[in-house]
């Protein structure tokens, strides 16, 4: 089994489903020391219990990344229980939906707390940390929603976009201390919250769009994020890489070889 991240000590928001979920696996078994991260407590100390089961070394922390404080306190208990930070993935979301006349101040604040805020502020909290370790990785998931217009997602996709410029202007910032910043842009991706956020025909268009012909998987993202933290990155900082299937680049789709002429 390949180990990527032998002994680096990560840290996976939202690590309690999901992609999350699939990210703190794939991080336990390419070496990491884990910090599963999620305002579920239950869940995320579910997740780092399979975790540790499995012969990973591996915490459940309980934090809403919209709370400050909490954030800090999350970041001290991972330094002195798994002796540092290496790695950040800055997974955590969460928005409510609307039309943009519609949408009322309270859901815009909450969006843009949870989404934007609070991804910034773990990645400034851990940037500190990492700068005083001499290096790191920031990983920030951000969505397709900050590159092509999806309906009622105004709060949402406006605050993945400004975390992707947040990435390219850490990114800058941090690279004279090691710390490399970057970012996973997924597409339609098969999960239980898409499940309840997007409906049956939303999902069929969604579908209908993927050059790919599927929905992307949990598994597809985690696997990008393991290439971002690892040493194969190590001159990659500032981008953001689409994990979409092709839908961010879709024009008209057509089958060339559906649409062959089968000679005698």
């Keep these: 089994m390949s180990r990527e991240l032998n002994e680096q000590v990560a840290i996976v928001t939202g690590g309690a489903r999901g992609i999350g979920r699939a990210i703190a696996e794939r991080f336990a078994e390419a070496g990491a020391h884990v910090c599963v991260a999620d305002r579920d407590r239950v869940g995320a100390e579910r997740v780092a219990h399979a975790l540790s089961a499995s012969g990973a070394e591996a915490i459940g922390v309980a934090v809403d990344i919209s709370d400050r404080a909490q954030i800090d306190d999350m970041i001290d208990v991972v330094a002195q229980r798994l002796g540092g930070l290496d790695v950040l993935v800055n997974n ?16 815009w604040d909450y969006t843009v707390g949870v989404t934007l805020t609070g991804t910034f502020t773990c990645a400034q909290r851990a940037a500190r940390r990492m700068i005083t370790g001499r290096g790191g990785r920031i990983v920030n998931i951000t969505s397709m929603a900050a590159h ?115 000679l005698p």
């Design 92 to 107: 955590a979301a969460h928005a409510r939906y609307d039309f943009a006349v519609d949408l009322d101040d309270e859901a």
């Design 148 to 262: 092509v217009a999806l309906a009622r997602t105004v709060a949402y996709a406006s605050s993945k976009a400004a975390v992707e410029a947040m990435t390219r202007v850490m990114a800058i910032e941090l690279a004279e201390y090691g710390v490399q910043v970057n970012a996973i842009a997924p597409g339609p991706v098969d999960t239980e919250f898409s499940r309840e956020v997007v409906s049956e025909a939303g999902r069929a268009q969604r579908l209908s769009r993927l050059p790919s012909g599927r929905l992307g998987t949990p598994e597809d993202v985690a696997a990008a994020a393991v290439f971002l933290a690892s040493p194969a990155a190590e001159w990659i900082t500032g981008a953001v890489l689409a994990v979409d299937g092709g839908y961010t680049i879709a024009g008209a789709i057509e089958s060339r070889r559906r649409s062959e002429t089968v």
